[in-house]
């Protein structure tokens, strides 16, 4: 019985050691508590998609001194917002440019205009199969800046398409023309689906768009949940990348700018990699004009993740050298990391690769499935030999009361000691903007 224990004297040294190991419990399991990491931001609600997705967009810039995002303005639409890196709060510059809820959005500062690319987000999935919605134009906003106001321009915005599509992204070739790349599905869950790599260019100049078209090149088909991704690179050139699941493969198409925009012998295409399980339709690709070398890196999730070797990669980082004509890839984390979602930014004060992505929370136990939201980590590897160390790598941005960050999203710029690295992310639980404001070389405050 418990009560014959208490006629029993414990000896005090007893008490006291006893009292030592609680002591030293507690303060193992309060260090062990989830921290915050970042800065929570504003609210948002009455958007159909989490805002700062998806993979391969970016919603921030940098101009003038400043970090400017692309944010969602519950009962208002999509603002341009700028960044008091004093008060670490995102204030609307009362910008206003897309009202209509079910869209995403991709930015491109070019450092004299601001193109924002809206499209009306139709997205396939693990529950299915959905064809892109005709009449749901997608649409080109150019923006002039003076004297901190951005003003748009005469013209804008004007339709890139007429339908809907899981992604969309922009950028921009040395002719002056704006290229953009989607995914185009058809069909019916009775007919069956095809979808389609599209690309469209604006002419230099005007406010006029062609007419869209499938890339001229062989089986442009991938899987309706794949998506593609644009990317001006070297001295003139413009690349369309894009994801091929069901053929384990990433594919690579580029075009010398000034040939002809639709003709299949202006177009050169080849695997990025290739290989059983090789492909998801996680990508992120960026490029630096001022490299003399023209290289391109791109973040690519695998699909190995019912792999029992968790040693396998599960996002890779793939680099195209123009000079060889072909690309290398390192391992970024494995599935023993379980992450997903990748962001990649060019350091050029550092000469490195970062590396941003989801996993799950830093006071989670195990590794649940790498799909679900959690926090945001880093890791950084040489730009010139990117090999990257193990594990998840640092938290950056993490709610330590809702372990439900995820889609991180970024610029397309290289960063330097003077932007700094600025990232952005979402809580779909708490329906708050989550970002992390560092300089270059420092590790992120919790």
């Not at 399991?29 to 990491?37: D, K």
């Not at 070739?173 to 069956?192: I, K, L, P």
Request: hydrophobic content about 35%.
């Amino acid at each position: 019985m418990h009560t014959a224990k208490v006629r029993h004297p414990v000896p005090q040294a007893l008490v006291l050691a006893v009292a030592l190991v609680l002591g030293l419990m507690a303060a193992g399991g309060t260090a062990q508590a989830a921290e915050n990491y970042g800065y929570q931001s504003i609210s948002y609600s009455g958007v159909a998609n989490t805002p700062t997705s998806d993979k391969p967009q970016s919603k921030l810039w940098w101009n003038d001194g400043s970090w400017w995002a692309q944010m969602w303005t519950t009962g208002t639409g999509w603002q341009i917002y700028r960044l008091d890196r004093a008060t670490k709060t995102w204030v609307s510059t009362g910008v206003t440019n897309d009202t209509r809820s079910s869209t995403l959005s991709d930015t491109l500062w070019d450092g004299n205009k601001l193109y924002i690319a809206s499209h009306v987000a139709t997205i396939s999935g693990d529950s299915g199969s959905k064809a892109s919605l005709t009449g749901q134009p997608a649409k080109l906003y150019r923006y002039s800046y003076a004297a901190g106001k951005y003003t748009l321009d005469s013209g804008f915005p004007s339709n890139i398409n007429n339908n809907s599509s899981e992604s969309m992204t922009i950028d921009k070739d040395t002719t002056g023309a704006v290229w953009a790349t989607w995914t185009q599905v058809s069909g019916s869950s009775t007919s069956g689906f095809t979808s389609s790599v599209y690309v469209n260019s604006l002419n230099p100049g005007t406010s006029t768009w062609g007419t869209p078209f499938v890339l001229p090149v062989a089986d442009p088909n991938p899987a309706p949940d794949d998506i593609s991704a644009i990317v001006a690179f070297g001295s003139n050139k413009i690349g369309v990348m894009w994801s091929d699941a069901p053929a384990g493969t990433v594919y690579w198409a580029t075009r010398t700018d000034g040939t002809s925009p639709s003709a299949a012998s202006s177009w050169k295409v080849q695997p990025a990699v290739q290989g059983k399980g090789q492909a998801d339709d996680h990508l992120n690709i960026k490029a630096l004009l001022a490299d003399p070398s023209g290289r391109v890196y791109a973040a690519v999730k695998t699909s190995l993740d019912s792999s029992t070797d968790k040693t396998l990669p599960q996002l890779q980082l793939l680099v195209f050298r123009p000079g060889t004509g072909s690309f290398t890839r390192s391992t970024i984390a494995t599935l023993a990391d379980c992450v997903t979602r990748p962001q990649i930014l060019l350091d050029t004060t550092n000469n490195v690769v970062r590396a941003f992505h989801t996993a799950p929370s830093t006071s989670a136990s195990g590794c649940a499935y790498s799909g679900v939201p959690g926090s945001i980590y880093e890791k950084t590897a040489s730009m010139d030999n990117p090999v990257f160390g193990s594990g998840r790598g640092t938290p950056v941005i993490q709610d330590g009361a809702s372990a439900n960050i995820n889609d991180v999203t970024t610029t397309k710029q290289g960063v330097n000691a003077t932007t700094g690295v600025v990232v952005m992310a979402s809580n779909k639980a708490t329906q708050r903007y989550w970002f992390s404001d560092r300089s270059l070389g420092t590790a992120p405050p919790p």
